[in-house]
C-alpha cells in the first residue's frame, strides 16, 4: 500500500427490485483479465462494474429468488461461473447463459474451487456430504466425491484449501481431492481464509464466556511447503477478513469489522502498514484486485468502497478491453445556413394529418401581464431565484406569531402514568410471580402503588417486554386488530408451509394466540425470534442489538416496510397465482421520470406497501406564516409524490435534475402510512387538535388521487357521482418521549370496534402499552379454522430410522384423527440459550435485568386414549439457531449430540414445524393433559385456553395447603412406580401424568377424591415429599426445580430449595452454585 491509498470511489449497491430496499453484498470479486468487479446478491443476481468509478456494465439474474443469495463467484478467459444452494450457473461477461446446472446432490452449496485442471473444471461443495466436479468446459458433473467433511470456503493454492464449519482446515489433494493435512485453526469457526503458493491464512471466532462468539484477535499462518503452523500473528482489533497480496508471495492484508486495514509481512509481523476505512457501519467483504492495486470493502449499509492510489489504480496489469453494445450511428450532419432548401432533409411519407399542421382554429390565450406599480418593483430584493418583497421594518413581537405560538405544547412536562414504560420486576421465580392487576408509578422523591389502576381490565391481551426487538408490539398490535390482515395470516398459518423463516405464519400464530388469551398476558417470541435470525433484518437496522440503531421511530418505520413487504412475499409461496394480499396491501401506479434539462420522459410500474407522509416545504421567509395544509392535502402530495432531485439522465449522459411523479391505478384495502415526521413544524400539524380525522375518502380516476375529509367527504357521499373508497382510522403507533428521566418508547392507539364480531356502530379506542392496556373512551374470518391442512401430524420426518429405535408412532389419519374430544399428554425438555442478567441496586441487593432464557429442546406427545393409550405420535427434538449456554442435562435429558446435526441420531426439526403440531392440535380442539403445563406453554410459546388444559399439578392440589407435589412423589405414591432416577424423559413424564389423571378420575367417580388428598399430603410430610427406597433411604434422583408457586402465595414448594440462591457462587445458568440449574418445571421464563 503506497502512502497515497484512500477511499477512491463509494457506490451503493443497486436493490434487487425497482422498490426494494438495498440489500448487502453477498458475494464479491475482480476479474482477472478485465478492468470488471463481479458482485452477487441475495436474490440470486449478478451484477458487474467496470473502472475505477464503478459503473454498471452487466446485470442478470442467474438463480432463482427463493434459492437464496449467490455463494461464490469464479472468473476464467470464458466467462463467470456462480454459485447458488442448489445450482450452478455460467455466461459470458456480457450476461448471456453459457449453460445452467442443478442436480439432485446440490443440496446446499456453499463454496468451490478450481481443480487440477486449470480454469477447465471445479469442484463444489457445502454443508452436504457430496462434493461435485463439474467441468466448465461441457457444463456437465462428471464426478461425485463423497465426503465426511462440510466445507463454507475453498481456496486454490497448491492444494485445495478448505474450510470447515468447526473451524478447520482442510488440504485436499486437487486430483484425488483426498485430505491430505488437517489443522484446527479456530474453536468455532472460519470467517475467512485465504490462500497462495506454500501459505494459508485464516481467521475466524472463538466461544468467549461460554456464550459469545468473539473475533480472535490474531491471524492464523499455515506453511504448506512443511505441513506445519506459524506462530499467529496478533490483531487486536479483531481479524475478520483477510487475503495475500497477489504480487507479493509473503504479504497479507487483514481487516477488521471496524475499517482497521493493515498490510503485514508474514515473514516479519512486527513492522505493519496501518489504514483505516471511514465506513458508518461494519464491514461486510474484503477483496484485492488481482494487480494488488486496488482493494473493495463492502459494508452493512450496502455500500461498495473501492480503495487505491488514485494516480495507479487498476484492476488488472494488461486487461482485454472490455465489450461494450454498439454505439448508435451518428446522423449526417448538414450545413445549415439561411439559403438551405428544406427539400435538403427527408421526410417520411405519410397519408395522415401531420400533428404539425394546426387547425384555424381561435383560442383564448389569457389575458396580459398584470403592470406592477414602479415604486412597488423599485423595493424588491434580488434572491437566488428571482425576487422577492423587502424586509418588513416592523419588531420581531409586531410580527404574526407562528404556529408554535398557538399554546398546541403541553405545559406538562411529566408523562401520564399510563403512557409511561412499563416494566417486568423479575424475581427468581422470573415473570411468573409478577403481579399484572397492578400499577407501581415512579414519581420524583417516592415510589407509590396504585391498587385501584389495573394493567389490563379488558378482554384484549398485551405483550411482555423483556423480549429483544420487542418494540414491535405497537405495530403488531395495530395489525392483529386489522381484520383483513389477521384473516389472511391465519389462513396462510393453516397451510401446509413449513418455512423457517415465514413472517406471515408467525402473525398467524401470534394472532391466534392473542385471541385465545382472552386478556391474559402474551410474548411475541417466536416471531421476535425469526425476525432476529432473518437475514435482511439487521443490515435494515431492525434489530435493537444493533449499537448503531436509529431511534424506535426510524426503527419501527423500517420494521413496517420490511414486515409488509416479507408477508406479501411469503404469501405468494404458497399461493403463487392469487392476488389477495396485493389487493390488501398494495397502492398500484406508475412512476414517471422527466429529466428537466432534455425533456426524456420514461415510465416504470411498481407497487408499494407502505407510504411515507410527504409535507409541505417550510416557508421561505423567517416571518411568513405557514399556511394551513389539511391531512388530506399531505395525503394526495404523499401519495402522488411530484419531487425533483439528482439522478443519471442516459440522453444527457450526466447529472441532471429529475422530476418524478407517479400515476395510481389502484388503492388497497388497508392503507399503512410512516408519519416520517422531522422537524418541529411537521410535530405542530400532528399536535393540532383534529387534525388528524377518524375517516377520509379517496377517488383514483385517470391516474389521478383524490382524498377528502369533513364536509368535503359527506358532500361526495351524498352526490354519488364518484366511485369513493371509505377508510376508517383503525389505529396508530406513537413514540412517548419522556424526557431525560426515561427512554422513549412506542405505544399504540387502536379502534378495536373494527376488529368485533359485529360492529358496535360507535368507536372504540384502547391504549396498548405493551402489557398495560386501557380504554379510552367488521367481522372476524373463522372459516380458516375448518380449512386447516393437518398432514404434517401424519408425517414422518425420519422415515430412515432403525423402526426398532423409533420412540413414536404416527397417527392413522383413518381411525386417530384428533378432534375436541382427544386427550393429549404433553410434556418438553428444554435448554437455556441466555444466562440471566444480574445486577446489584443501590441497596446492595442482587435485581434481576432480564431472566433466564429457555428454548424448546425436545417435545413428546402422547395418546391419551384409544387402543394405543400411552403410546407417543409425537417424540421431536428441535434444531435451535442460537448458542446454546446450558443444556441442563440433569433436568432435561438432552446432551450436545442430541442437538447436533451432525452427530445427533434423531432427526433434528425447525421449531415452526414443531411449533404448528401443537397449534393444528390446539385449534381442532385437542384437550392437553401433563404435570406443570404452565412452563411447558410458555417456553413452546403457545396460549392453551383453560377450557383445553388438564394439569395433574392442579389436580393433587389442595388449596389449603400451599405446596405443589412434584410428579416423581406422586407417582411413588399413587402409582408404586419411581421415575426421574437418573434423568427426565418427556415420553416417560408425560405417561405418567396420564396415569396420575385415569387415578384422579378413578378417586372422582369413587367419592374419596379429598380424602386422598389428605392421605397424599400427610404421607408427603413424613418422607419430606421425596419417594423413599423400600428400606426407608432415599432414591438418588435428580432434582426437580420447584414448580410454579400458588398465585399471590409465598410458602415453601417441593422440593425445598435454599432460599438464598442468587447469593451462592456463580457458575450456573441461574445465578448459583453449578450443583443446580433450571430445567423442566422451572418457574423461570
Known sequence: MDGDWAEVTRIPFPPPGVHAMPTPVATMTFDNSQELLWTGNEYGRVTSFYGTELQRYTSFKAHASSDGPIRQILVNEKGIVSLGAKDVHMAIRRGLPIWHIRHDDMKDLRCMSFTSKGTAEIIAAGMQDTMLVIDLIKGDVVKQVPTEHQYTIMRRGRYICAATQTGSVNLLDPVTFAVVKSWNAHSALINDMDAQHDFIVTCGYSLRQGQNYMLDPFLNVFDIKKMSSMPPIPFPAGAAYVRMHP??????????????????????????????????????????????????????????????????????????????????????????????????????????????????IPCDVGAPPVKFDPQFLAGLKPTEFGINAAASDKKADELISSLTDMGLESKKSDVPVMYRTVEIKYSKFGVDDFDFGLVFSHFRNARSLIRNSFYNNTRYSGLETHISNSYANSLLQIMHFTPVIRNLALQHAATSCVSEICLLCELGFLFDMLQKAEGSICQATNLLKTLSSHPQAGPLGLLEEDPHGSSLNVMLQGLTRFLLDKIVHDYRTINPSSTAMDQVLATSATTSIRCINCRSEYTRPGSTYVNDLLYPSPAGSRNAKLPRISFSQVLKNSVERETTSKGWCSRCQRYQTIATRKSIHSIPAVLMLNTAITNQDQRMLWSTPGWLPEEIGIIVEQGQFFCYEGEDLKLHLQRGIHNITVYSLTGMAINIESGQTQKSHLVSMVNVAHAEPEAPGESRWHLFNDFLIKDENNKIDTEWKNNIDTSILYQDFNPNADPSTKTYQLLNPETEAPGPDTIIALDTEFVAVRQPEIEMNSDGERETIRPIVYALARASVVRGQGENEGTPFIDDYIDIKEPIVDYLTSYSGITEQDLDPRVSKHSLLSLKMAYKKMWILLNLGCKFLGHGLKQDFRVINIHIPKSQVIDTIDLFFLQTRLRRLSLAFLAWYLLKEDIQMETHDSIEDSRTALKLYKKYLEFQDAGILETMLQDIYRAGREVNFKPPRKDGQHIPRTDTPPPLPVDGSTGPVTPVRSNNILAQTPGSAFGGGSSWTPGKGSPLP
Open 247 to 360: 504480487r507479493m508471495l509473503t504479504t497479507s492484508i487483514v481487516v477488521s469489522q471496524s475499517g482497521q486495514m493493515h498490510v503485514v509481512d508474514l515473514m516479519n509481523p512486527n513492522t505493519s502498514d496501518v489504514r483505516l476505512a471511514n465506513v458508518t457501519s461494519y464491514l461486510s467483504m474484503f477483496e484485492i484486485a488481482p494487480s494488488g492495486e486496488a482493494i473493495a470493502l463492502t459494508d452493512a449499509d450496502c455500500s461498495i468502497h473501492l480503495w487505491g492510489s488514485p494516480t495507479k489504480l487498476h484492476f488488472v496489469d494488461l486487461p482485454t478491453p472490455i465489450e461494450f453494445a454498439t454505439p448508435e450511428e451518428p446522423l449526417p450532419n448538414i450545413d445549415w445556413g439561411p439559403d438551405t432548401p428544406l427539400n435538403m432533409i427527408g421526410l417520411p411519407h405519410y397519408r395522415d394529418v401531420l400533428a404539425s399542421a394546426w387547425p384555424d
